[in-house]
């Protein structure tokens, strides 16, 4: 008879999770500071390949190289679409809306993540469930409904556009959170962790070198893009 799982006192986890939350969210500014300057693909590029660097030496002092070399397929592939897609769709929504905008629309990944296992994975929506779910949609939409214009600003984009490309970027999550439950299940964190970044590099390196800006960004942006690659992705 296996043994029951051992759930953790929200004492014991609750700290870190503000944390998280807190350099989650602090994301959406340094992401907007970087592609100011960079752009976005370059953005997206440079935060996965110093999360890579970051994580990388960690991976390695671990013993935990095996590991991922046996599952580096899914590994890499989830990095496509948990990191490279979603961060070169964010890094371009939010020179066109702002951060505070697309930190609420984040706001629908475990919504989407839900209906995403639910029909890939057969995980049950009870009524209850279902009511919260409708809820959390609904409370979204009535936060975000007044700035979905489709009208073009000042830079010829309209916001409604960039709001969409936030919502492909959540859809992204929820496919993969589904996707590391199915096929990198019982992986420690950091090989997972490591692997999906090692692949959004590899994803970006060529859209990123492309369209590399031909004028060198100031210190203020390389910072921007130190703090979300490292702090704000790698560490997270």
Known sequence: ??????????????????????LWGASFLFMRMGA??????????????????????????QGQWPQLRQHWKPALLSGLVNSAI?????????????????????????????LVAWVWLGDRINRLRGLGLAIGFVGVALLAWDKASFKPDASGVAPGWAMLACLLAC???????????????????LVTAAGSQIGATLGLALPALWLWPARMPGASAWLALLAVGVVCTGLA
């Open 36 to 61: 100011s300057e960079f752009g976005p693909l370059p953005t997206a590029g440079m935060r996965v390949l110093l999360a890579t660097v970051f994580l990388w030496p960690i991976l390695l002092y």
């Open 86 to 114: 979603p961060f070169a769709l964010y890094s371009w929504a939010v020179l066109h809306i702002t951060t505070g905008l697309a930190s609420i629309l984040n706001a629908t990944v475990p919504l989407f993540g839900a």
């Open 1 to 22: 008879m296996s043994a029951a799982p051992v759930t953790q006192p929200v004492s014991a986890w609750i700290g870190e999770f503000v944390v998280l939350a807190a």
């Open 171 to 189: 859809i992204c999550y929820a496919i993969s959170a589904s996707y590391t439950k199915r096929y990198l299940s019982g992986l420690p964190p």
